[in-house]
Structures are given as C-alpha cells and as structure tokens.
C-alpha cells in the first residue's frame, strides 16, 4: 500500500494517494513510513500544518529509521516557511 500512495502522489492523486495511506494506517497505525508518506502528501497539497504535524509522528515513530527521520526533519523544515 505504502508503494501504491507513493506512486499515486508522484502521479498527482493527492486525494487517492492519502486515501491510500489512511487505510493502510487502520493496519499499521505505528508505521512511520505511513506517516511520512501522509506528511509528503500533505506538503504537495500546501497544507504545511497538517505536513508537519504528520513530519513529528513520523519522526517520533522512525525508531532507528535514520532515512524516515531525514526525511520527516527535511518535512518539517520545508513546513515551517
């Protein structure tokens, strides 16, 4: 699911693609990449907020995922302007 929102993002579904990553969320509501992929999503949409919010989660959830960490921080960063 993970791989089919990413590839639904990068095609322009933002709709489908969070839609995507909110039900994969139901299975695996600890998953960080989930979070991150929501986060990515809602940066697309201009949401910064709801990116960064979602950016946090993914980074207090990355455990010892340095790549989601990097990339819920890179997130947050972008949010923040």
Request: no cysteine.
């Amino acid at each position: 699911m993970l791989l089919n929102a990413r590839d639904e993002r990068l095609a322009g579904n933002l709709l489908q693609a969070e839609a995507t990553v909110e039900a994969a969320q139901r299975i695996a509501p600890d998953d960080a990449r989930l979070w991150l992929e929501l986060a990515e999503t809602r940066l697309a949409t201009g949401d910064y907020e709801a990116a960064a919010s979602f950016a946090n989660r993914a980074i207090s959830l990355a455990g010892g995922n340095a790549l989601v960490r990097e990339n819920a921080l890179r997130i947050r960063d972008l949010s923040a302007r």
